[in-house]
């Protein structure tokens, strides 16, 4: 059985708003006595008198507690300020906890923002051994793995450039990939790879993978991309105002937060084109799903056909080729569909588009849809993402069994059965 290399026992953090230290200088030393000598929670910040504070303390974090197993790939969601990443401080030691204490075994290699420990002035190849000795590499070893990580990197026409002229993309695939060659015992990152361009983001959640599914090492992961995080952890836990709320398989984990989390659109509408979503060349005027509701319907379920209408200015050149593309995504990300347009040829004005969902097609979910608009059939000219968000219930009938039913697609396919006479 795996053993535990990271425990979380109560810890929560208390953030003094607008000041340093207590204005008395008998507690600020009474506090630092405790804290860096005796290694003592501060007497002063006791997380029970939490509703005692005033409006100026912030608690980033509330008695959060789990543990991580040798191998496992933890992967740690919320919302904004919800204490993802001064989670991630604290078990990087990076800054203390207010109580509570944080047990861990073997080397740790975080990367907690873009270019962590990286000198503007420096070069690439510079960076890469101050980084490789900041994570407790001597030389040979980080020239062993020099190769490797200039290679997964992509950035060998610009090693000996001062980092400060990279672009923060850049500055993510050196981080990260020299993070990930340290042959660290615990892998902990932050919300840096959506940084990196698409190509890069699968090739680190694939070195991710190696690492954790092939050399046994454990990685502590924090992201909003939720299909990354569902195809790489073994576990997910929830923080909600600095307190862990849900924990436990990644595919229920994360329906249950983005069912608290999302919002519905079911139209957008844009009367003046300057202040339109889009660009010089595409401006969106409107968006809107209607459902064609049965009779005695209110909600959208599985029933229910769906027509997805959308006007739009061609603000450029003309367009000889111009096609646009509908894009439907489930709550988690995956693509149930891709339905291009014929090709047509567009002067400057308005264009206008219309997409059916049948109904009897969709399985009972969430879902938002994308729109792309593309020119000579390979240049994108503008993607607008997640422009709708829905629910489709579920409806059954002559049945006893309600569980979830599998699949993305719910097709009305008639299956025929007949008894034998034999």
């Known amino acids: 059985m795996a053993e535990n290399v990271i425990e979380v026992e109560n810890v929560s953090k208390l953030y003094k708003l607008g000041k340093i230290g207590s ?3 008998r507690r600020d030393l009474n506090s630092w006595w405790k804290n860096s000598v005796l290694k003592k929670n501060d007497p ?29 790939a933890l992967g740690i969601i919320g919302s904004n300020g919800s204490g993802k990443s001064t989670l991630l401080k604290i078990i990087s030691r990076i800054v203390k906890p207010t109580t509570g204490l944080v047990k861990g075994r073997g080397k740790v290699s975080s990367i907690l923002e873009v270019g962590t420990g990286f000198h503007a002035e420096l070069t690439g190849r510079e960076n890469i051994f101050i980084s490789g000795y900041t994570l407790g590499m001597n030389k040979k070893e980080i020239l062993q793995k020099f190769d490797e ?72 992961l924090v992201s909003h991309q939720m299909q990354a995080l569902q195809n790489l952890c073994s576990r997910i ?21 983005l069912k608290k989390e999302k919002t519905f659109t079911l139209k957008q509408e844009y009367e003046a084109k300057e202040s ?4 010089d060349e595409i401006r969106i005027k409107k968006v809107e799903l209607i459902p064609r509701y049965l ?23 003309k367009i000889n080729n ?17 339905i291009v347009s014929q090709p047509i040829a567009s002067e400057n004005g308005l264009v206008k588009g219309t997409c059916s969902i049948p109904g009897n097609f969709l399985n009972d979910g969430s879902y938002y849809l994308s729109i792309m608009f593309i020119k000579d059939s390979s240049n994108w000219l503008y993607y607008f993402e997640a422009c709708i968000n829905f629910d489709v219930e579920d409806y059954r009938i002559n049945t006893a069994w309600y569980g979830k039913w599998m699949g993305h697609v719910r ?6 059965i007949s008894a034998s006479e034999e």
């Open 276 to 279: 339109a979503p889009g660009n």
């Open 149 to 220: 990580i200039v290679d997964f990197s992509g950035i060998e026409r610009f090693l000996d450039t001062p980092v400060k002229r990279y672009s923060s993309g850049m500055y993510t695939r050196l981080a990260f990939a020299v993070a990930a060659h340290m042959d660290p015992d615990i892998l902990i990152v932050d919300e840096v790879l959506a940084v990196g361009d698409a190509e890069f983001q699968q090739k680190s959640i694939g070195k991710m993978q190696e690492v954790s599914s092939k050399q046994g090492k454990t990685i502590l």
């Open 411 to 416: 097709p009305s396919f008639p299956v025929l």
């Open 237 to 257: 836990i929830t923080l909600h105002n600095g307190e862990l709320i849900n924990m436990g398989k990644p595919e229920t984990v994360i329906s249950e937060y």
């Open 44 to 72: 002063y910040f006791l997380t029970e008198q939490a509703a005692n504070q005033s409006s100026h303390d912030l608690w980033a974090l509330k008695n959060v507690s789990f543990e991580v197993k040798e191998g496992d």
């Open 23 to 25: 204005g008395s200088l």
């Open 322 to 338: 111009l096609t646009v593309g509908v894009h439907l995504f489930n709550i988690a990300g995956e693509c149930i569909f891709e």
């Open 295 to 317: 009779p005695g319907q209110t909600i959208i379920d599985i029933r229910t056909p769906l027509d997805l209408v959308f006007d739009f200015w061609c603000t450029g050149k």
